[in-house]
C-alpha cells in the first residue's frame, strides 16, 4: 500500500519532507498540499504528479484521498490541524512542537484519548538518528553502569538577525535535548535552570546567546545543554552521557579526513540537512511503515505535551533565573510504551 | 513510475537488494522472480505482492511486466543473462563481475555497442559510498594537488574455510579496488604486481591470505592494496591517497565513542552491509531513477569489461610472480564519460 | 649551578618528585630530606648520594647547604614551611594547596611582599601541560574569538574508600582547574556554585560523587566542571573552550591505535603520573633554572592566595547549595604578571 | 656521577644534542667539543662552561677529561672516529649512518669484538619513541596475534633543492624504518625492492620523490614503507602493523582540537624535532645513565651493520628496478641481545 499523504505547510521544511516521500524512502506519495500561500501551494503541487491544491487545511484533512496528514505549517497553527486529524481520524505527523504552550499540547492528548486510540506522531528525529541509537544501545546494554551525567552541546553556525529570540533557543533549539533525554533515560524531567554566559558579540543585541540549559531527571541525572545558535564554524551536535563504569560519546561522523598545511582535519555538518537527514529519512519512512500498518510508532502526544511542560518551565527558569521544578503529570495507561 | 524490476538470482545478494527495492528506496517494485532453485524463488516470491516466479532468466527478460532487469545470478551465468537483456532492449543491473572473463565482457561491450544505446550498469557500489564520494570531491577540488600514491586496505572479517581460493582475493576482492582506482582518478590501470606476504594461520591452509596488490596507473600512480579477507577483527576499508600537497583518507564513521576500562574506542564494521549498506542503497535509487527517466548512470559495460582485463592480468600475476601490463584498449567514444 | 634542594615531605609525592630531580630532569640534587616520619625520610636519603637528613623542616631550611626548598608535606603544614623558607629567603616550591585557608594564604602572600621578592612557587601543574598549553596559544592567537564557555572533566578512576571527602572532591581536586581557568583567561574567578547529580553507587557511601562545578569568570566567561573522583575507567582530563568562532579541546594522547574484536580503540591514561608526568618535568625544570638565575617564574603566592579564596566560596556553595560571589581582591603590584 | 661528554661535530644536530645533555636531562656534561670548522666549534664552547675545544676528534678522543664521545659529524668520518673511541677503550654515541657502507661498519663490529665489549651506541631514535614502544608492547603482549604486513609512510615536509639525491631517500630517510623494522620484529630483512611512484613536482627535477620500499623480513612479514621527502604538508610518520587478529597503529600526538570554519583540525608536526624530540631525549638519558654505570644499551654496532648492509642492498634494489636479497650474516652470540 502506498500512503496518500496530505501535507500542510510547504515551506522549507515541508518542501524538504515532500522531496524526501517522493525520492527518497519508500511506501508514500504527496496526494495533497495546502498552504497559507496558495501560490506557493499551488508551485509545489505542480512537480507532484496527481496532487491537489486544498484551500485550507481543513479540507485538505477531510479530504477522502488523503490518507494520513504531514503538518509542517507555523507552528502556532499545529494545534487546529492536529485535532481536525483526529476528529477525521486520520494518521498525523505534526512537526515540533506539538502546540506553542503546554495547554494546547494538553487538549490534543486528551483529543486522542478520547478518540481512544494513538494517531499522531510529533518530530523528534533525534530518536531515529544513528548516533544516538548507537548511545542509547550501549546505555540500555549496560556498558557504562548507571547514567549519572550527560553533557550536551547544540550549536548552529547562526540564526537570521531578526525575529529570534533568546525563548526560541528553549523552544526551538533546546526542546530537542528535552525530547532526547527523555528518551534516553526513559524518565521524565523533574527541573530545570538557565544559565547566562558571556554572549557572543555576533548575535542580534538583544540576544543571550548562548544559554546552558540544566536539566535534572527524575532519577537525579544531571543533563547539561550548551545551546548556541550563532556558534559561527558549523552546525555541532555533541552528546556525552557519563555512566557509573564509563562514558559514552557522539562519535564525529565519517567522510574523508584531509592532511594538509600542517592540520589533520575533518569536516563539521553545515547544516541540520546534513547532520540530521538520514535521521529524517528514518522517521519517515518509520511513519509511513506504521500508516501503511495501521500502528503508530515513534514519539507521540504524550511526548509533544511533556516537551511543552518543560519548555514552559525552562522559560520561566530563564526569565526568573531560579532553578524552577517541572510537574509532569504521570504518563497515563493509554501512553504506555508498548507502541514504540 | 515505478519501475517493474524483474529478479534473476534470489540468493543472499539478490534477497538483500529485493528488501532494498521492497522496503528502503522509491521507485520500483519487483514483479518477477527465477532462480537456478526455484522453490527458492518461490518463497521469496510468496512475500512479493504481485511478482510473478519465471522458469527461467530468458522467460523473465521476455516478460512484458518487467521494465528492468537485476542480475544477481551465479557470476558464471551472467554474461548470458545480459547478452539476453540487451538483445531484449531492457535496462539490466548486473552484478558484479559483469563477465567472469575478459572475453565475456568484451561480447557485452559488443553487443551493448551493436544495439546503440547503454542499457547496463554494473554493481560496483563503492562510486555511491559517502567516503571515497569525499576523497574524490576533495581531490577534484585540487585539495591536495596531483596524486602520486594511493594506499587502500580491503579487510574481511573472514571467509569460509572451504571454495575461496587465492585466485578470488584478486576476482572477488580486490576488483573492487580496481574499478574505484579508475573511477577516483579517472585513468587507467597500466600494470599490476602482486606480493605474498606471510600468510595467516587463521586461513584454509592452501589459502594465500593477505595479498598485496600493486597497480600503476597510466599516469604513474601507484596504488597499494592490502587485501586480507580473514582479518578477524572485522570489516575494514581504509584508503588514503597522497598527493603533492597533502593526503586524503577515508575516516571512520560516526556512531559512539565507549570510554572504559582504560580504552576509548569506536566501532569497527562488522560485515559489508553494515559498511556499504547505504551506497548500495544510493546506487539502487540511481538506477531505478536513471530506468524511469529513460537514461544511463553509474558504472558500465565499459568499467565492468576493463576491470576483468585488470583481474585477468592480475591473476597472471599471482601466478607468475611477475610484474605485468595491462593492455586496457583504448575507450571507445561510445563509452565516453557524458552519461556518467 | 646546580641547585641543592632539600625537601620536606618524603611521602609518594615527594617520592616521585626526588625521583624527577635525580633522574629525569638537569639541575639540581636533593641535598636534604625530612619527613614527619624520620625513618622514612632515612630510607629515602639512603639512595642519594650525599643527601642529609633533618630532623624538622625548620631545620632542613635553616642548612646552608640547601639553596631552595620542596615542600611535599601534608597541606596543613604548607604554610609553616613556606614562611619559614620565605624568613631565611630561600626559594620555595610548595605543593598545592598553599594553605588549606584563604587566610593561611593571606599570610604568605604578605610575608613575601614584607621579604620585597618573590621566593614562592606553586605546584599548579596544569600550566606545564603541553595540550593545555596548546589551548591557551591557540586561544590568544585568537582562533576561536573571544571565549565564552568551557566545559571540564575532570575524573579520576577512584579514591580510597575512606578518608576522601566531598569537600575534598572541591579542595584537591577541582582547585586544578580554579588556577587553570584563571591562567587560561588571564582573569579572576567571581562566583561559583556547585550541583550534586545522581551519586555514583561505586564511591564511599557518605561521598556525593561526581560534582558539577560552576565557576563565572569576571568577564562572564561561565565554566562547568565535571568533577568525578571514582569515574573507575581511567585517570580522564578534558577541556573544550567554546569561543565566538570555534571550539579548542585538549587531544586524546598518542600511543597505539589497536583495532581487535570489532572495536578501534586508544589508551585512556592509568592514573595522573601517566597523563601529566611530562608537565611535572617541564614544571620542575622551569624550577630549577629560575631558582639557579635568581628568577621567579610560574605560579606563585597569589595564585595559591586565590586559588584558596576560590575553594573557599566553592565549599560554600557546596554545603549551602547556592550560588556566591567570589570576592578575590585586587592583585597588588608586586604580584604583576611580568615574572611569569 | 656527572658523565663527561666530548662531542665530534658541532652542526645543526650536534648542537642540538649538546642543549639537550646541558638543558634537558641529567646526568651528563659537554667537557669538550670539536668541529671540522673550528671556529664554530669554538662558539659553541664559549656558551658551555668549562668546555674545551679541541683542533681534533683523535685529540677530543684522548683528553682524559673526557668519559664518552658523541659523534655527530658528517657521516663519512663516523667510522674514523668510532675506531678512535673504541681503540681508546671509550663509549661512544654515533648518529646514524655507523658508517656509509656494510664494510666499514663491518670494520666496527670486528673493532669492537676485538676490543671484547660493546661501547658503541647508534643513534635510531625511534627505539625511544612512546609510539612506537607502544605498538611493540601491544605486538609483544600478542594483542594482535603474529604480525604479517606492516605499512609505513616516513613524510618530510621539504628538503634542500639541492644535494639531497634520490639515494638519500634511502640512505637518510629510510633507514630509519630498516632499523625500526628489525627492532619491531626482532628479526632480519631478508630480501627488498623499491618502487617508483608518479614523481612530486615540487621537488628537484631530478629527485624520485616519493619512492615506496618493500621489506620481507625473515619470517615473511612484508612491510612497505612509502617515503616522500617533499610531502609539503608536514613531518608525518605513520605506522600500521597487521596481524593475525588485528592491526596496532601510531596514533595521532594530543594537544589541542580546533572547530573553526566548517573543520575539526589536529595538528601534523612541523618537523622531525617536533615529533621525535622526546625520543631523543630519551635515548640520551638511557645512553648517559648505561655510561655511568659501565654497561651497553640500546642499538650497536650489529644494529648500525645491518642497516648498512641494507642499505646497500636497498640502494642496489633501487638502481636495478629488481629485488634483491638481503644477506645479513648471523647475528654473533658477542651481540646477542642481552644487553638491551
Do not use: E, H, K, S
Given at each position: 500500500m502506498t500512503v496518500r499523504v496530505g501535507v500542510i505547510g510547504t515551506g522549507m521544511i515541508g518542501q524538504d519532507h515532500i522531496r524526501r516521500i517522493t525520492e527518497v524512502i519508500p511506501g508514500g506519495r504527496v496526494a495533497a498540499v495546502t498552504d497559507v500561500d496558495l501560490e506557493r501551494a499551488g508551485q509545489v503541487a505542480a512537480?507532484?504528479?496527481g496532487a491537489r491544491v486544498h484551500p485550507t487545511g481543513q479540507d485538505l484533512i477531510a479530504d477522502?484521498?488523503?490518507?494520513a496528514v504531514l503538518v509542517t505549517s507555523w507552528g502556532a497553527t499545529h494545534e487546529e490541524y492536529v485535532l481536525a486529524a483526529i476528529s477525521a481520524g486520520k494518521r498525523v505527523f505534526c512537526e515540533k512542537p506539538l502546540a506553542p504552550t503546554a495547554a494546547g499540547a494538553l487538549r490534543i492528548v486528551e483529543a486522542e484519548m478520547a478518540a481512544g486510540r494513538r494517531l499522531v506522531q510529533v518530530g523528534f528525529m533525534r530518536r531515529y538518528d544513528a548516533g544516538y541509537n548507537a548511545l542509547k544501545d550501549a546505555l540500555d546494554a549496560g556498558?557504562?553502569?548507571?547514567?549519572l551525567v550527560m553533557h550536551c552541546a547544540h550549536r548552529n553556525p547562526s540564526v537570521p538577525p531578526?525575529?529570534?529570540?533568546?525563548d526560541m533557543i528553549i523552544s526551538d533549539s533546546a526542546v530537542h535535548e528535552m525530547d532526547l533525554v527523555r528518551w534516553l533515560f526513559d524518565e521524565e524531567i523533574a527541573a530545570t535552570s538557565v544559565l547566562r554566559p558571556r554572549p557572543t558579540s555576533k548575535a542580534a543585541e538583544a540576544l543571550q546567546d548562548p544559554l546552558i540549559v540544566l536539566f535534572e531527571m527524575a532519577s537525579g541525572i544531571l543533563v547539561d545543554v550548551e545551546v548556541f545558535v550563532n556558534a559561527g564554524y558549523g552546525y555541532d551536535i555533541r552528546a556525552e552521557v557519563v555512566g557509573e563504569a564509563g562514558t559514552l560519546a557522539l562519535a564525529d561522523a565519517g567522510g574523508a579526513t584531509v592532511s594538509r598545511q600542517g592540520q589533520r582535519s575533518g569536516r563539521v555538518p553545515a547544516d541540520w540537512r546534513e547532520r540530521f537527514g538520514r535521521a529524517f529519512d528514518a522517521e519517515f519512512t518509520d511513519w509511513l511503515r506504521a500508516v501503511a500498518a495501521g500502528t503508530t510508532t515513534g514519539p507521540g502526544c504524550w511526548d509533544g505535551y511533556a516537551a511543552a511542560v518543560v519548555t514552559d518551565r525552562c522559560l520561566h527558569a530563564l526569565s526568573t533565573g531560579e532553578r524552577v521544578t517541572v510537574p509532569v503529570p504521570e504518563r497515563p495507561d493509554f501512553y504506555a510504551k508498548v507502541d514504540e
Open positions: 512537480g507532484l504528479p477522502p484521498g488523503v490518507d556498558q557504562v553502569g548507571a547514567p531578526y525575529g529570534f529570540t533568546t
